[in-house]
Nanobody, 115 residues
Framework: QVQLVESGGGLQQAGGSLRLSCAAS????????MGWYRQAPGKQRDLVAD???????NHADSVKGRFTISRDNAKNMVYLQMNNLKPEDTAVYYC?????????WGQGTQVTVSS
């Protein structure tokens, strides 16, 4: 059974930091592109950052220089370090696992940034 379980969200003041974690199980983690997406109320779900099976990294322009995605294949974990948070970063953050056949989603974790 595939599971993606996010943790680490919460309430933070602007300028602060949070680290999101995603624990994966039930599939061959190392072969998947892992990504973080976010969805604010009334908006579409957008890519924040992703990291491929060969560790190619992509960050959305809105988070470049502030957020960093990483993965640990030995632990089946993917992380999102978020620094210098802004109120516009407020959203539900979702972990995603993607290959040519499958796309799996976690339940999401809420991140709220106060001004």
């Amino acid at each position: 059974q595939v599971q993606l379980v996010e943790s680490g969200g919460g309430l933070q003041q602007a300028g602060g930091s949070l680290r999101l974690s995603c624990a994966a199980s039930g599939f061959t983690f190392s072969t998947y592109t892992m990504g973080w997406y976010r969805q604010a109320p009334g908006k579409q779900r957008d890519l924040v950052a992703d990291i491929t099976s060969v560790f190619t990294i992509n960050h959305a322009d809105s988070v470049k220089g502030r957020f960093t995605i990483s993965r640990d294949n030995a632990k089946n974990m993917v992380y999102l370090q978020m620094n210098n948070l802004k109120p516009e970063d407020t959203a539900v953050y979702y972990c995603n696992a993607l290959n040519s056949r499958n796309s799996y989603w976690g339940q999401g974790t809420q991140v709220t940034v106060s001004s």
